[in-house]
């Protein structure tokens, strides 16, 4: 019978679980490593008897030892029948591995590297290592081919000892020499610290890891909610415009289109943040692989020559837990359609419009809103050039500066016109729906839904707003007016004061008064900032809310030769 074919397991120690090294047995005949059963044996010296590992059977007094003379024999013609069938392209070491540094002539491959030595040995090598008493003491590893690292270079002794003062391996003679009085440690005690560290680290990494998983799981749950919510708004609004007229059967494709649109825009926005997730967890998964690969060095100074290069955990790029606002999807896009339907009698433009908006309304909040910028070179950031719609302009206003300007005739040149009542100003200003026709105000062609921040520079009594485009626009009451409505929100700027107005609430506001103002919008996050611009900026008033339409920039100008205009920051 060829010793191949003897089981391994057979001849394997209980409980080191390796080929019995100096094989001993023991009186109920059960055989271990000799190292293996006293360091057993060692640690139940406080219990009177004592017990085999395998069968439990218990001895009143510590049995004497007895070597398996048959089992080492086995053991021995194992190893070298094993070695001797190995094929020759496995036993001789290749530039990647590690070789022998006792063979002569062509090495083979080292199998142990040994730190006491040190030196790396091959099967056949090693051996007195588990035959010669004083080698059994030494620390052997997996092979190494940096066990020259472990010598110290000014003395050729090994280096057993971890200066803290100069973070370094050092030999026993650097500590009387250039160490001296620094703060040393055994190697093996400072590994064993910074493992604790190093298993510290992948803690907080497996936390991180089950927190983000967590947010991947619930981003998940509300792409479906999008997905449901949009089909079964998409499906009651096709339902709805089957029983209306062709020309609001055109109305039910452009319906259809947005909600598609912004559901498509809400799913890719909570994807990307998922996507992102996903690879911080797999980026955080290779960093703890690295650190099982590193808590696993059983060499001393390998380990502490290698943690000091390990990256520092870097902060998450991600917040703690996903915040999801409790919205109702594209539900309230049902509701709207059937408002078209009931009220065919309504300005299709105005309905319509409401429709779109209801749409765009839908905001899913996965991530805390960015803060509010803390410097004018951080609001420039998100400088918007603004130019103004002619359409909504009142017939008294005049656009100059490629419509970034606005002023109010003078008195004079008011009263030429009503007395000449030219072609001219009719061709200039003719009917349209849009334009305020009491009011001496104007919006914005741009529609502002993201963020955004422009300058205002004004002369005489200016109201500097923010507006829905449903505004009223006919008539001179205060539906029509910024400020003095729900759909808008105006500062009113006079010589000596501010003043802010939203749904007829007037608010004084202290501070300097200068000819500029600064206005910052984070239309998704609902905050509307107004700033004194000088040499310097301040805050005059900010208001939160939940801007459920875009909003377009608006100016009212008062007095006669009153003007405002868009700054250029670009």
């Known amino acids: 019978m060829e010793y191949r074919q003897v089981q391994r397991e057979k001849i394997s120690c209980f409980i080191c679980l390796e080929i019995v090294k100096d094989p001993v047995t023991i009186p109920c005949g059960h055989s271990y490593c000799m190292t293996c059963i006293n360091d057993q044996w060692d640690g139940e010296v406080q219990r009177r008897n004592h017990s085999c590992p395998q069968c439990r059977e218990k001895f009143r007094k510590r049995p004497v030892l007895k070597k398996s003379t048959m089992l080492a024999d086995l053991v021995d013609d194992l190893k070298k029948n094993e070695l001797q069938a190995a094929p020759a392209n496995h036993c001789y070491a290749e530039p990647e591995d590690v070789a022998c540094d006792v063979c002569t002539g062509r090495k083979r491959k080292a199998v142990k590297s040994c730190l006491s030595c040190p030196a790396s040995y091959c099967e056949t090598h090693l051996q007195p290592h ?22 110290c270079s000014r003395h050729d ?20 020499d250039e160490h001296k009085g620094h703060e040393t440690v055994p190697a093996a005690a400072e590994t ?4 604790k560290e190093l298993q510290e680290s992948r803690q907080q ?27 079964k708004a998409v499906e009651d609004s096709e339902k709805i415009f089957t029983e209306m007229i062709r020309l609001l059967q055109e109305r039910s494709s452009d319906v259809k289109q947005q909600i598609r649109s912004q559901q498509e825009t809400e799913v890719s926005r909570v994807k990307d943040v998922q996507e992102k997730l996903e690879q911080e967890i797999t980026e955080l998964k290779r960093k703890d692989a690295e650190l099982e690969q590193l808590s696993h060095t059983e060499d001393h100074n390998q380990f502490l020559l290698n943690y000091p290069s390990l990256p520092a955990l870097s902060e998450s790029t991600h917040s703690s837990s996903i915040n999801i606002r409790p919205l109702r999807h594209f539900e309230d896009v049902t509701a709207a359609v059937s408002e078209l339907r009931d009220k065919l009698q309504d300005i299709l433009r105005d309905t319509w419009t409401n429709i779109s908006l209801t749409i765009t309304a839908v905001d899913v909040l996965l991530v805390e809103p960015e803060p509010e910028p803390n410097s004018r070179d951080g609001f420039l950031k998100y400088s918007q050039k603004i130019t103004l719609d002619p359409n909504s302009a009142y017939r008294k206003l ?45 919006l914005s062609r741009e529609s502002l839904t993201k963020r955004y921040y ?5 002369t005489g009594k200016v109201l500097v707003a923010v507006s829905y485009k449903n505004i009223s626009r006919a008539g001179g009451s205060d539906e029509c007016l910024f400020g003095f409505n729900d759909k808008s929100w105006s500062l009113n700027c006079t010589t000596g004061s501010y003043t802010f107005h939203h749904n007829k609430v007037k608010t004084p506001v202290p501070g300097p008064v ?7 919008l984070d239309h998704r996050a609902g905050i509307l900032s107004f700033y004194n611009v000088s040499r310097t900026m301040t805050l005059l008033h900010r208001v939160q809310a939940r801007f459920t339409q875009p909003l377009y920039a608006g100016i009212c100008v008062f007095s006669h030769g009153a003007s405002a205009g868009f700054i250029n920051l670009n």
Not at 158 to 171: G, H, L, S, W
Not at 205 to 231: C, F, G, P, T
């Open 514 to 520: 200068s000819s500029r103002i600064g206005v910052y």
């Open 454 to 458: 422009w300058e205002v520079e004004r």
């Open 398 to 442: 005049l656009l100059s500066e490629g419509s970034r300007k606005v002023s109010f005739l003078i008195e004079g040149e008011e009263e030429t016109e009503e007395e000449e009542e030219s072609e001219e100003e009719e061709e200039l200003y003719p009917g349209h729906p849009d334009r305020f026709s009491d009011i001496p105000q104007v």
């Open 157 to 176: 002794e090994v280096m057993k000892i971890f200066c803290r003062t100069d973070q370094q391996c050092i030999c026993y003679l650097c500590l009387m």
């Open 192 to 195: 064993a610290e910074k493992q």
């Open 205 to 231: 990494i497996h936390q991180r890891i089950q927190d983000q998983e967590k947010d991947v799981k619930l981003l998940q749950q509300e792409v479906e909610a999008i997905n449901v919510s949009a089909d």
């Open 130 to 151: 588990y035959d010669a008493p004083p080698l059994k003491k030494h620390k052997l590893v997996n092979p190494s081919k940096n066990l020259q690292e472990n010598i």
